[in-house]
RNA sequence: GCCGACGUAGCUCAAUCGGCAGAGCAGCGGUUUUGUAAACCGCCGGUUGUGGGUUCAAGUCCCUCCGUCGGCUCCA
């Protein structure tokens, strides 16, 4: 008891040293320490950066081999070396010279240090015999680095300062924490990710599927994920309908004038794939579903008498990606956007952008995310449309998120050379964030298109045009809901909401009348009427994660209920069947997120 | 696209040094009729991602392409 005791208070009192110390600090001289040891096992190495990141850090090399997981391993324990060796690391400031000598077998470094400005103070940081241009700060010594609370995790490759025409070096990426404790729970949470994952959730819970011959990049709804989806988007058009939008559906290509006049062949080539002849004329595949609502909306005189109009669409479109950016649902090539397009006048401008904003917002409650961060994008050094009018469009989205008490950081220059923006991150049940939500101002394509009104003073008048895509994808977002609810969906989303579970098969024929009353009544209700036993029919159902289990027995039989098992594990015993429904359809009639 | 790793049955994974491709689960057939997370027996299942090369012999070594994974970059 005593030695278990001590050893606590050392744990608390090294805690309680190391919580002074910035996670940041601790991450960046560990990158410190890591390079150490890949220059003993590599002495020509070359170094590249290796900063901080959240959870982490990493550092980039420039090797005469690949790095194996060997590596790392001896690498780790060259580090822990360093570690017990607690070297003092050591700030200097030295004159430019002075950094050009020291670093003169260092081309990276050497680049970096060019493009300091002249008045920069630099500053180097030693320990042991590692040196490094760096602006610190560190901590005092290595031994300040918890030895066990560290980890190497992975290498990858990564263009020096992320151009794609620059050399490729080894990026190792590491983790390191306070304690040991807190490093398990990060390896855990890491755990968790990838049992949350929704590509292996797709697969379990047989949602979806892509297919190598087929094409990669291109997303198969199978059954069930086809259930879940037509609900997404039977409840979406409904609010839709609802918000004022009316549904436009418009075609998968289009000839190559339109592209032209839109600009995509312009500026967005590189994203669209190539043309298809029909008749002599190229046909493009749709990127984009805005050049389509234009010549709608082009189809006849517009009258300011009924802007705004909005319009949306479920519209399927195809961008060609690079092979290795592809990621399950989340990073595709033809997949379907929520897009809508609002045409208004500029007086109008300001309720419509608070509009959206409190329609996405209500969205996202709706699917149960509730954490939204929003960021605003102002305008680029290349920009078209006239300054007033990026003033006047910049503020109405401010002042929609001000109005709405949303904290949101400022994107300087993050706009698209057409217009500012609002991003929407929604925070999922990890924590992460997921960038889905996107109101865009659009100054470019009603001049592009000619697009006029004819206003009150019976002059033609230029449109403000606005494109929203709220869920993003829905396949994206798809992927971002299976990883919020680890594939155990609200019961209103619920591909299957029960199923039947026969103890025997003299109760096959009750539990057909039971599925059937249910079915009737709205519910989707499956039945095992398969030859198991019971408890493999549960297992199976909870695998599956289907909320309710309905078991059937004898007892069931003569009374007219069903034993109500959730897949929380919890058992609500028998209750009649009408009373499951109305407590089943309470739930789902409200959209219930969470109960069962 | 680039760097690295990987690709064996529907899924998860074996196969020593280059020497007869194997298991569990799933599926199918049978037996069992069961009270809240896996009954038992049997059967089926493979041109080892693709095409080429080296070798007496290739899942294993080399090259090509396709795909997947981790990143870089980009984005819904």
Not at 231 to 241: A, G, L, P, T, V
Not at 335 to 352: G, V
Not at 499 to 509: N, T
């Amino acid at each position: 008891m005593r030695g278990f005791c001590s050893i606590w208070r050392i744990r608390q009192r090294r805690r309680s040293v190391m919580a002074e110390i910035e996670l940041d600090v601790l991450r960046h001289s560990a990158s410190h320490v890591m390079a150490e040891a890949v220059q003993k096992l590599f002495p020509e190495v070359k170094l590249g950066i290796g900063p901080a990141i959240e959870n982490g850090f990493y550092y980039d090399f420039d090797l005469p081999r690949p790095l194996t997981p060997e590596d790392l391993a001896k690498i780790a324990e060259l580090m822990r070396q360093s570690i017990r060796a607690k070297h003092p690391f050591i700030r200097q400031e030295v004159s430019r010279e002075q950094a050009r000598e020291l670093f003169r077998d260092q081309p990276y470094k050497l680049e970096l240090i060019e493009e300091m400005p002249e008045d920069e103070v630099i500053t180097i940081y030693r320990h042991d015999d590692f040196v490094d241009l760096c602006r610190g700060p560190h901590v005092e010594h290595t031994g300040q680095l918890p030895e066990d609370a560290f980890a190497l995790l992975s290498v990858a490759g990564a263009y020096w300062r992320g151009d794609e025409h620059r050399p490729m070096l080894q990026r190792i990426y590491g983790t390191i924490w306070h304690t040991k404790e807190e490093l398990q729970a990060y390896l855990e949470q890491l755990k968790e990710i990838e049992r949350r994952d929704h590509r292996r959730l797709g697969r379990e819970l047989d949602l979806f599927s892509t297919h190598e011959e087929a094409g990669a990049g291109l997303i198969y709804w199978h059954p069930k994920g086809g259930r879940i989806r037509a609900i997404i988007e039977d409840f979406w058009r409904q609010r839709h309908f609802e918000g004022g939008y009316e549904i436009l559906y418009t075609p998968h290509i289009g000839r190559s004038w339109l592209w032209e006049t839109s600009g995509h062949l312009d500026f967005y080539r590189e994203g669209m794939y190539s043309p298809m002849d029909i008749d002599g004329q190229d046909f493009y595949i749709k990127p984009m579903n805005c050049p389509f609502h234009i010549l709608i909306y082009k189809s006849r005189r517009r009258s300011y008498r009924e802007l705004p109009l909005r319009w949306a669409e479920l519209g399927t479109v195809y961008r060609y990606e690079r092979s290795g950016v592809l990621h399950g649902l989340l990073r595709v090539r033809g997949f379907t956007q929520d897009d809508a397009h609002i045409f208004c006048t500029p007086e109008q401008i300001e309720d419509e952008i608070l509009g959206v904003l409190r329609f996405s917002l209500d969205l996202w409650k709706a699917f149960g995310f509730e954490d939204v961060q929003a960021y605003l994008a102002t305008r680029p050094e290349k920009a078209v449309g006239e300054p007033a009018r990026w003033e006047q469009a910049t503020n109405s989205l401010r002042r929609a998120l001000e109005i709405e008490g949303l904290s949101y950081e400022i994107d300087e220059g993050g706009g698209a050379f057409y217009g500012p923006k609002i991003d929407l991150k929604i925070k999922d049940a990890l924590g992460r964030e997921w960038q889905m939500t996107t109101i865009q101002f659009d100054f470019n394509l009603p001049e592009r298109f000619d697009m006029v009104y004819v206003g009150a003073d019976g002059r033609e008048h230029r449109p403000y045009m606005v494109h929203r895509a709220l869920l993003g994808s829905l396949e994206r977002f798809f992927g971002v809901l299976i990883e919020h609810y680890a594939g155990a969906f609200p019961l209103w989303l619920a591909p299957v909401q029960a199923r039947l579970i026969p103890i025997a098969d003299r109760h096959v024929e009750y539990a057909r009348q039971v599925q059937d009353q249910l079915r009737a009544a709205g519910l989707r209700v499956e039945l095992d009427d398969s030859g198991e036993r019971m408890n493999a029919k549960i297992r199976t159902a909870q695998m599956e994660k289907i909320p309710y289990m309905l078991v059937v027995g004898d007892r069931e039989v003569a009374n007219g209920t069903v034993s109500v098992r959730l897949r929380t594990n919890e058992n609500l015993g028998a209750m009649p069947v009408k009373e499951f429904l109305a407590r089943a359809q309470r739930l789902v009639e409200e959209r219930n997120n969470t109960a069962l």
